[in-house]
């Protein structure tokens, strides 16, 4: 598992972008990455080894493209179907992450509406990475990256794997997957923030246990943590993946629910 080469790719300088757009959206994006090189400026990383996913769930298409027409190319979504509408819609050269709950039943139309999906990020079970893994190989498309997602809260109302079972599937990925390429494990904080920190370094953890369980340095294995209300946090605490949605995009816009 060879990262370093491929992380800079998936970056966008804030001068670059500053240049290209002024939508509001790619204003906001400039923002962020500058707060992304402070971030980690702070804590002695190299900025260019952050990566930023747009997660532009419930977000239309022409403010995803206003966000690429500013030269960024990484984006999440967390529902199958919301990422099937739009991908297609959008240019190939587009890194996907899909960063939600994964059913088994959801991989085929996942996998088969999105070729450019690049990471699925919420592996929790050996069942979904095994589905993966299969459906992977039977389209014959290049190996998926995936994340192993730790439930580092321990919060019911959040999926992910408990931080003792995390080593079990990264290895089972490893060993039993060849269709899918492990890279790292990913979690969710706290919603009020208080308890971000140990979340953080719970995954941290998790991390140094695994990697003496596969027999790889750190470096090799990546930590996608951090939100809109936590990423620099997250990337003073060792995070390579954040995930920044209502910051860049603005607040999501849910469907009102019928009152009938």
């Not at 990566?51 to 966000?67: G, I, M």
């Not at 936590?230 to 469907?255: C, H, W």
């Amino acid at each position: 598992m060879d990262r370093e080469q491929e992380l800079p790719e998936n970056r966008a300088s804030p001068t670059d972008t500053m240049a290209v757009s002024s939508s509001a959206a790619a204003e906001a994006l400039v923002s962020v990455l500058d707060r992304v090189h402070r971030a980690a400026e702070r804590s002695s990383r190299v900025p260019d080894k952050i990566r930023l996913v747009a997660v532009s769930k419930t977000k239309p298409v022409s403010l995803v493209r206003q966000v690429y027409e500013a030269g960024h190319r990484c984006f999440g979504e967390n529902y199958v179907q919301e990422l099937v509408e739009k991908a297609p819609q959008l240019p190939e050269d587009i890194e996907w992450h899909f960063i939600g709950n994964l059913q088994s039943n959801k991989v085929k139309p996942l996998l088969s509406g999105v070729p450019n999906l690049a990471y699925v990020e919420s592996v929790d079970d050996k069942k979904i990475a095994n589905r993966l893994d299969s459906f992977v190989a039977s389209i014959g498309r290049k190996p998926l990256k995936v994340f192993v997602q730790v439930n580092t809260s321990g919060e019911e109302s959040k999926f992910g794997v408990e931080p003792s079972g995390c080593t079990e599937i990264a290895k089972h990925v490893c060993l039993n997957c060849p269709n899918l390429e492990f890279c790292g494990l990913m979690t969710i904080g706290m919603l009020d923030y208080t308890s971000t920190p140990e979340n953080f370094k719970t995954l941290a953890t998790c991390r140094t246990e695994v990697c003496k369980a596969l027999g790889i340095p750190e470096e090799k294995c990546e930590l996608s943590m951090g939100m809109s209300g936590d990423f620099e946090q997250a990337i003073e605490m060792g995070s390579t993946n954040i995930r920044v949605g209502s910051t860049i995009f603005g607040a999501r816009e849910y469907p009102k629910k019928s009152s009938s």
